[in-house]
């Protein structure tokens, strides 16, 4: 195809060059396959486009170790490696974006915690720190402790962030609200970049879907089954937010018509049903085996009822209730299958969270990356 | 911003006008207001953008009657003049794809019925029929009964076919499919052009979002209660497919836990529900009172499930239950309203739906113009 300096060939390949460009950001490591893969490119095609970006250095190229080349398009690389042993094999290389080109910063301000991770455009982990805050703090001195938290892991670690594209902020409860309006607007004047805010369950999603159990796939489910039972969607690697950005609230929906009023203004809620048991069973460690078969079956029916409508490649678990394992997984997976259109579960992994207390944090990154502001593409196009 | 001839800022503004035309594309005709809000572009930078493709007749504008300005960034202009006399107002101004640009052909290939509409890529239909087919008629047979039907119309309405951007086509079943493979091959060798293939209650869904009383929305959710029950999603004016195409499956919905086996696999399914109420009575016109409001209720608590999963900006409800009016939408929305978080109902709109026969045929021209193939994409860009 050669290299068209100028007229339509060019902008073609403008075009093909975001795509890849795009995917490695959305996605982070991929292999060629998995470029191919998610850009719907030739090999031919995007291999002249991938040398021609390497050449730019606004790309890298190394070694994994440990990730089989039989992988597979759907898992990402860096899912592959994290496998370990089962998927150990010929080393195989996988491209990125140049670490070099920028940093994100994510937050969760939560209950009882706030988490700082830092990654660079290659969705390396660079930093991750956190503190524990009682819960009556209000959310502006939460702001604080989170900036003083960055400012002092930036300093110990030695890390500019004059190359910061954004910050990426999991908040407790709906999005948008007063207090994502305090966050958004403190966090702003501070850092002078694009501060996203989300509710830090559906952050948790994207996290999930973008660097643990969900890694490279093309619609994730997430359900948080925790003292509160919260969801979200990833679309194509992006969180799916709805009309008012309610989507995912799977703890909402009802699994007893007749059962009690629940406080988000419906009835018979799953999140209601779990909450009742935890204060019948005094948390989570009491909970009787039949207990946890009720409650995951129930699980299990607001699973088949969400996937129905979103027919999702994956069903991912997380929260304090998966500690349970198979008496959770198993009662909660016959549910699924029981309650679904063979379409939908025949290709349907069902499988628990990987990520550990830095998801929601990790979200907020994968927020700034797969949301490049209309400033950062004009700084991208500008500097090609 | 002037009218920059090469470098990174024609980069930008050709990324621009992609926008503007990829959303008139698939919106159909838009006030000015309107394609600021769809393509998030500024009112300055979008002026700059239309004067231009005005000039190189990409696009045309003209006056319509009875649109209210204030019509609101929601509804499509095409939706708002339909409307009528509710929203009569001075006339407004709407642009679109210039007609002579191309034309899409719908096709439905329905159980009894075979449809074919033509439109050209500004939204305009130019020509539709339909002839009766015996349920028995075979996949392949149907195929050259809508090839018949085309050739017929394109004679008798002296439209040519060399401008023909593509088929969308309708089926009944899933898809993926044997029957959606045939359809696939005999007409692509016939028109030697991209062929779309997709289940054609989910092209209804598509056709309410792009047409009728979903039009210009964010996120439509659509349901069809026939002797079948099935949806669609459609987000951003695009078909959602979910992992095997099974998205919007909202009939195999369970909403009753202990209910008998469904052929689909599941259990207490609603399609299976509505399906004995209707052998119980003899179909639509026999339901008494109670039992449209006992379906109606089970199918506001199905779409309560679904909604809290994806929190849609509108519920489009179509099929011959409709018939029943208010009968069947008073419970419908008293039990949706019921078993939804606040935040998930508050701003939801249930309706509807508006088209007749011609629906999914309609949904196959949208596909087509939602879908544009590479090689089109490559067409219009070495035109410019």
Redo the contacts between chains.
Sequence with gaps: MGTPS?G?LR??R??HE?RVLTALRTRGPLTRAQLADQT?LSRATLSSIVQTLLAQEALIERAVEGASPEAGSGASAAGAAAAGVRGRGRPVSVLSLNPGGGLAVGMDLGHRRIQVTIANVGHEIVASDAIACAERTSWARRVQLAITLVEDLTTRREISLTSLAGLGVGIVG?VPSDRGAVVHQALGERFGVPVFVDNNTRLAALAEATWGAGAGV??VLYLRLSYGVGGG?V?GGRL???????????G???VD?DGPRCP?????CLELHLSNLLDEYGGFDNLVPDAITDVATRTG??L???C??????VVVVGGELTDAGEHLFHPLRRALR???????????RVTQAELGYDAAARGGIALVLTNPP?EA??RR??C?
Tied chains: 1, 2.
């Design positions: 100028s339509p902008l073609l403008e075009s975001e719907n709906p093309g619609s969607l679309f799916f937010a709805g009309a008012t950005g309610a989507a995912g609230e799977l909402h929906i009802s018509r988000c203004g419906g009835r018979g029916e607001v088949a009822a969400a129905n409508t979103v027919n999702p490649e029981e309650y679904t259109h063979t379409q939908v579960h025949r290709t349907l209309e593409e004009w196009t500008s090609s």
